[in-house]
């Protein structure tokens, strides 16, 4: 049974920094491809960012670019989402998702064969 387990969300101010973690288990880890969505209330989920099988390959919203750093260990099996100069707009449930397939810079959360539970992550102004 594939899980993956988010944890590192709370509360922050606006500019600061949160590091998220995705532990997975139940599938192997280095052949899946890695992605960060969120949810705001009352919108639809978002793409944040994925991140290639090897971890060579990385790709962002335009929303965090350059704030946000897309990061995996398959030693640990685990996929990170650093997050800096934190919004308020942030404010969000992070998710992590696994998807069994070729990197391609998968956005859609279609594509996406597995999700977590859910992280909340809120930044206060």
């Known amino acids: 049974q594939v899980q993956l387990d988010e944890s590192g969300g709370g509360l922050v101010q606006a500019g600061g920094s949160l590091r998220l973690s995705c532990a997975a288990s139940g599938l192997t880890f280095s052949n899946s491809v890695m992605g960060w969505f969120r949810q705001a209330p009352g919108k639809e989920r978002e793409f944040v960012a994925t991140?290639?099988?090897?971890?060579?390959?990385?790709y962002y919203a335009d929303a965090v670019k350059g704030r946000f750093s897309i990061s995996r260990d398959n030693a640990k099996a685990t996929v990170y989402l650093q997050m800096n100069s934190l919004k308020p707009e942030d404010t969000a449930v992070y998710y992590c998702a696994a998807e069994l397939g070729v990197w391609r810079q998968q956005s859609s959360s279609k594509a996406y064969d597995y999700w977590g539970q859910g992280t909340q992550v809120t930044v206060s102004s």
């Open positions: 991140i290639s099988r090897s971890g060579g390959g990385t």
